[in-house]
């Protein structure tokens, strides 16, 4: 499910008539095509949508072009516009926080099932514990053990991935070990963390 961010009308004219219209190709479907907006926006009023898609992939990260027509209405009369914008579906969004019990997660460990690899950022500034907050806030993990400088971690995917972590920081580096269901969902999700860290 998409959701639409909220938008303010920050000019003096009325927005009646809202309409989307998105050009979304293969693995993405869109359940409902060419929506109108049920809302006007006011001068200064914001308010948000939800699209619901349905995915037929999710080992890949996508984007996809997107524009809302509206008609502008002020005192001069009324103009046809539009706003073009796009979207980005990352792997990790397709990541659900989900508990795991140690025993399930050490057996998924052991079992020879899941494909590896690993990442490595050098020049950290940021802290180890800041640093694991941003994996579980914006890649959807949860901690599963701590030991000094190394973390387990686990999350699974909408579609019941099994995505397993072992973080590690370095001096001024962090290494991220993986094992997933999936090596393509692992390379790109590993892929997304790398270029995360490497703000941090």
């Not at 006007?40 to 939800?50: M, R």
């Not at 050490?106 to 099932?113: H, M, N, R, Y």
């Not at 640093?131 to 993990?141: D, W, Y």
């Amino acid at each position: 499910r998409g959701r639409g961010r909220g938008r303010e009308n920050r000019d003096v004219a009325l927005l009646p008539g809202l309409e989307c219209s998105l050009k979304l190709g293969m693995p993405v479907i869109v359940v409902h095509d060419g929506i109108p907006m049920p809302f006007q926006l006011p001068p200064g009023v914001s308010n948000e949508a939800q699209f619901v898609f349905t995915i037929q992939s999710i080992l890949m990260a996508q984007k996809h072009k997107g524009t809302l027509s509206f008609i502008a209405k002020n005192n001069e009369g009324a103009t046809q516009e539009k706003l073009d914008f796009r979207l980005h579906f990352s792997c990790s969004s397709y990541l659900i926080t989900t508990p795991c019990y140690s025993d399930a997660f050490a057996k998924l460990l052991e079992s020879g099932d899941l494909s590896m690899s690993s990442v490595k950022v050098d020049g950290i500034r940021m802290s180890f514990q800041n640093l694991l907050a941003k994996i579980c806030f914006h890649h959807h993990f949860s901690v599963m053990e701590r030991v000094d400088s190394c973390v387990s971690m686990y999350s699974s995917s909408i579609q019941g991935h099994h995505v397993c972590l072992l973080v590690k920081k370095g001096e001024n580096s962090v290494s991220v070990d993986g094992k997933c269901s999936d090596s393509t969902l692992l390379s790109n999700l590993l892929e997304e963390m790398k270029a995360m860290l490497a703000k941090c």
